[in-house]
Each structure stands twice: as C-alpha cells, then as structure tokens.
C-alpha cells in the first residue's frame, strides 16, 4: 500500500473535493462494468462541480442506465471499501490492461516504469492516486448527465460516452448546485431565443454564424440606436469600415503573428491576400492616419457597430454567447497624453455605470487585468509601457470611485486592461467588455499628431467597448431577464384582442394610434376564445394585453392584462396609450401601465 492515511479534515475544502470526486468517478467505473463487462474505460477526473468518467459502450445510455449506476454506487459506497494503490510493472500493466486500449493508450505517456493501480474492493484502475480512505467517505452526489467525447478531446479520435456526476460535501450544497442547475436551463438564452423565436442557426449557415430572427433583430435595433445615440451625445464619431482587409493591414497590427489560428483563413485573388477581420483596430488607425492630426482634435474618438470573425472550434460555439461572427459596439480613443487616457477612461466606466443600470445589470464586477513581467512570449516586452499603463487604470478605477480586483496574466497582449466580469446563468465568471490602454499600435503604425508647439508627437489609444458584442449582449439580457423583456425592447409591445369579429375595426383604429407613436402592436384578430388568445400571448411573453369588446368599444376604452397574469381592468385607451409611450421612453425596467384612472 503506497498511500498512508488521510485525514481529510486537515486538507484544504479544494483538495477534500478533489479526492471525493475523483474516488467517486472510480465507484462509477466499477458499477459501469457490471452493468457492462464489455465496456472501454477512459479517464475520470474530478472538476469543479463533481467529476466525469468517459467510457466506450456497446450502446447508447439511458436515464435508467443512470439511475441504476447510481444505485450501485451507493451500494460500494455503504461497503466502506477501501482504496489500496499498488505498484506493477510495466509489463505487468499492459497484461493486466491488454483488453482497455484506451488504457493502453495511457501507459504509453506515463514515462516511469513502475506504474501505479488502484484497488477498490474487486475494481482496479490505472491511477496516480489522490483519493479518501474508503468508498464511505464519498458525500452526496449524483449522476446527472450523459453527453459526447472525443477521446483525448480530437475529432480524429473515437466518440466515448461521458457521464457526469455532480458531488458535494454536503446534501444541502448538492440540492444548491441541482437548484442552480434547474434555474440555469429555465433562462438558457439558446432555449428562450427558441420559443420567443429571436434568433435560429442553421446547418447550411455554418456553426457560431447567427441569424438574427425579427423579433431578436428588433432588440439588437434598439440597442443599437440607443448606444449610438448615447455615444454622439459623448463626441464619439461613428464609421463604418469593411470587414475584409489586406493581409499587410494585419501584420503590421502584430494580430496576424498572435491571432492567425484564430481566424478565419486567407483568402486569395488577383496575386492579393485578404483576411476576415479579427478585430476592428486596424481599421480605425486608417481613419486617424488618413490625415495630418492636431492636438486640437484630440481626443478623436471613432466608434463603429462592427463585425468581426474569430475562428472559434466547431466543438466551442453555442448559441450566442460563443460565436464565429459578431458585431461589437467598438471604439477606439486617440488621446494625446496619459492625462486624457485617464480623463477619457473615466468616461468610459461612467458611461458604462449609466448603460448597466438602465438595463439592470448588477452582477458584475471589474477587474484590473495586468501582464506578467516574466512571461515575455505572451505580453509585448516593455517593462515601462506596462507599469505606466497599469498606473494609470488603477488610478481611474479609484478615482470614478468603482471597487475593482486586480488580476496578473490577464492582459491584452500590447497592454494592461479592465475587464467587465459579469456572472451568466449558468454561474460562470465571462469577460463581457473591457477598456485597454495601448501605447503599442500607436508605435506599429507610426501614429502621430502635432503639439501645440509644432513638434510631433505619439498619440496613446484607448480601446473599449460597451455593450460588448450584441450576440453575448442580448444572450446575457435573455437569461437576465428570462425573456420578459422591459418594454422598449419588447418585440411585440402589445397585442390588442377583439373579442369578436364585429371589434375587429375599433381594435385597428387603435393599432392605428399605437403605430403613429412608434409602439409596436399586434391584433390578435383569430377566432379563438379570449383566454386562448391572452395565454399565447402571455407565452411570446408580449407584456400588454389590450382586450376591446362592446363596453371598451362604446367608451373608447380598453381591458388591460399583463404577460405575468396581471388583469388591470378597463381604462380610457388614451390615458393607456399615454402611459405606454411613457413607460417605454423611461427604459422602465417593470411594467407600470395602471388602468384604474380617475376619469375611468
Ligand atoms: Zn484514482
Ligand atoms: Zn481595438
């Protein structure tokens, strides 16, 4: 027995996880070859939440499977076995795995001779150790589901079925975790973009290349305008460039030597190699270098709605959040001294505060991503550049007065930068924007302007962006909101419903209104029951219900529901009309149309 033992109260909580996790995977290998004699092991290592075994099978897994699994586990786990490690050699290892070709495959990277099992009661695996005493000591878990890999992880490899296990200290952390899956699969933007039809990908498209549906293209239109909007009034310009470029454009960027294998592939014509654009930088240095630039017009602040290609593996795209083709709400600051970096990055985050709130983002925080000193092959080797940049964000985060963590290793590859980390769904930390300070692309392109005293002089950039991609955006709006969007980004804003036919004019004179003050409606004017029509409403979550029958059509007044069940009674249509307008241009985060008036 090469393993004394353990006492897994004086290990760290992480370390106590990792050996339950990975003691349970071996409990799950065992109960899969009673179930299967003839099953291929690969590997099961614990994660963050549990573990995963992978196995090759002679046919699909069930759910039954599963909870049988499971049931076996829990009937090794009550044998208290205990986990015994020993030694063999190497030709005794290949005997004893000579039917596992996966576990073939694994002997041939383990350098050492001696190589290492593990024994639990009559199961042995290939294994390096980490475990707890004994089967008993593995705490609440449960097999939760059965998804496709790739062994060692490449498409040139056999597919093996994968089962995951969730695993905790306690029952109470396990029902958490289960509770906060339950909530993550409700708000999964891929599954609402679906029922509210906002978005679709198709085969024939390609994976990560999204569609945007009407109904998700009005959101994405909205948000649009509003950001423009709000950056005009800030003295942003805004552009529009061309997503392809040379392939020269993008050397000298230093993108095409750090991001080659992150793009899309080169494409040829006429002896002229071209790219996809990664980022939209390069572009806008054009702009700044097409003429001669003063102080005077800095800052020169560019901004563009752009789109931009990322060769991301077919394996990673999903949904929205992680996409091959998406459009930035980008920008790049031209500023003449580290003094206006610091004013105009302070423009930045307050411009950022003001955009979260009204959307009522509020989980995220931001983070002070530095380079690493000693890792010259990833970061731009200029020690000075560094911590002047540094410096300087840091003292804009104190200053707008915003809590912030500093991480090292987490730069831009030409410089420091502060990241958005917002928390997803599904309880994931995701980079949603960041603002970088660069002193590098200005040199790569020569970038200059002249100074008050004629002399010439290298502007600093600034890049940042707001709203992030609208993919990730709206993705992460779906699942913030679960689909019940606030009104001025509602698809459909309001559906009136006659109760029957002989309303049908009266609810079109209404539209008509409703039209000419840009609220965008509908007329359910189908021939079903009044309650059908409400509840199919309320599951294209359309916030408005405006219910005319002869009552509402003989005061000039409409019966008014809600997407959340809500039945307000009937109001003057004008007085309703007034408070939609309203509600709409004051971004209001809940519904507040209230149909109980005075004069009703
Ligand atoms: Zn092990
Ligand atoms: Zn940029």
Request: contains cysteine; aromatic residues 8%.
């Amino acid at each position: 027995m090469l393993e004394s033992q353990v006492d897994l109260k004086s290990l760290s909580r992480e370390d106590r996880l990792a050996r339950m996790r990975h003691s349970a995977a071996h409990v799950l290998a065992e109960a899969m070859v009673e179930l299967m004699p003839e099953a291929e092991l690969g590997i099961g290592p614990p994660i963050d939440t549990g573990f995963y075994y992978d196995f090759r099978l002679p046919r699909p897994l069930t759910q039954e499977d599963l909870a049988w699994l499971e049931d076996r586990m829990r009937q090794s786990i009550a044998k208290r076995h205990a986990f015994n490690m020993a030694q063999t050699t190497r030709a005794e290892a290949e005997k004893l795995w000579e039917k596992q070709i996966f576990k073939l495959d694994l002997l041939k990277d383990i350098e050492d001779d001696n190589i290492t099992q593990c024994t639990h009661g009559t199961f042995t695996d290939l294994c390096r150790g980490g475990h707890v005493n004994h089967t008993g000591e593995i705490p609440a878990f449960k097999l939760t589901s059965i998804a496709g890999a790739y062994w060692r992880g490449t498409e040139k490899n056999p597919m093996l079925q994968r089962i995951y296990g969730a695993l905790f200290e306690t029952a109470k952390e396990l029902e958490e975790y289960e509770k906060q899956q339950e909530e993550a699969k409700r708000r999964d933007h891929r599954k609402i973009g679906r029922d509210l039809k906002l978005f679709d990908l198709y085969g024939d498209v390609g994976p990560g290349h999204v569609v945007w549906l009407p109904n998700g293209a009005t959101i994405r239109r909205e948000l649009m305008r509003w950001i423009e909007d709000l950056e005009l009034e800030r003295g942003y310009q805004h552009v529009i460039t061309p997503a392809v470029a040379k392939r020269q454009l993008y050397e000298k960027s230093g993108h095409f030597a750090h991001y080659q294998d992150a793009m899309y592939p080169l494409m040829e014509r006429e002896g002229e190699e071209y790219c996809l654009r990664p980022m939209n930088c390069p572009h806008h240095i054009m702009i700044y270098q097409g003429e001669q630039r003063s102080y005077r017009e800095l800052p020169l602040r560019i901004a563009e709605l752009a789109n931009m290609h990322r060769w991301e593996k077919s394996g990673q795209v999903s949904g929205m959040s992680r996409v091959r083709i998406m459009t930035l709400n980008d920008a790049h600051i031209f500023c003449a001294d580290a003094k206006m970096v610091e004013s105009e990055v302070g423009g930045v985050l307050r411009l950022m505060e003001d955009v979260y709130a009204t959307l009522g983002l509020k989980d995220y925080t931001y983070r002070l991503s530095l380079g690493d000193p000693d890792d010259k092959e990833k970061y731009v080797d200029n020690p000075e550049m560094w911590v002047q940049g540094e410096a300087l964000l840091r003292n804009v985060l104190q200053q707008v007065g915003l809590p912030f963590y500093e991480a090292k290793g987490e730069a831009a590859f030409y410089g420091p930068k502060i990241d958005v980390q917002f928390k997803t769904a599904a309880g994931k930390d995701e980079t949603l924007v960041t603002v970088q300070v660069d002193f590098h692309l200005p040199a790569q392109f020569e970038l200059e302007y002249i100074t008050e005293s004629g002399e010439r002089a290298r502007p600093i950039m600034v890049h940042r962006g707001i709203l992030s991609t609208m993919e990730r955006m709206v993705a992460l709006l779906i699942e913030e909101y679960e689909g019940n969007f606030p009104l001025w980004l509602c698809p459909v804003q309001a559906v009136i419903i006659p109760i029957a036919d002989r309303h049908i004019e009266y609810a079109e004179e209404l539209a008509a209104l409703m039209k000419k003050h840009k609220l965008r409606v509908e007329i359910d004017g189908r021939s079903e029951r009044m309650n059908g029509k409400i509840r199919d409403a309320q599951l294209k979550k359309i916030p408005y219900m405006l219910v005319a029958g002869d009552r509402e059509v003989e005061s000039k007044s409409v019966a008014v529901r809600t997407r959340g069940g809500g039945n307000l009674g009937t109001a003057p249509f004008d007085d309703v009309l007034q408070q939609l307008v309203q509600e709409r241009d004051s971004k209001s985060l809940t519904l507040n149309v209230k149909a109980a008036s005075p004069t009703a």
